[in-house]
C-alpha cells in the first residue's frame, strides 16, 4: 500500500467515527455576507479570544459568535415612548 493511499484510508476510517462538526454547535450555516473593515487592535482583540478556545474557530466564526453572545445578553428594548 502506497503512503497516500494509508493516509487516505486513515482519513477516511477517521471521518466515519469523528464526523466534522462546526467549531460551535450552536451555530448554523449562515445565508448572509457581510464585508466589514476593522482597526488591528480589534483583531488583535478578536484573535486573543480565538486562541483562548480549545478548538480556535476562524475569525469569522468568533465574530459571529460574539455578536450572537452580545445579541443575547442585550436586554430588548421597550415599544413604549
Known sequence: MSRL???NSLAAIIKRVCPTTPYLA???R???HIDIRVEPQLIARIDAWRSGQ???PSRSAAIVHMIEDYLERD???TDTP
Open 54 to 56: 480549545r478548538v480556535p
Open 30 to 32: 449562515k445565508t448572509a
Open 26 to 28: 450552536s451555530m448554523q
Open 75 to 77: 436586554p430588548q428594548p
Open 5 to 7: 493511499a494509508a493516509i
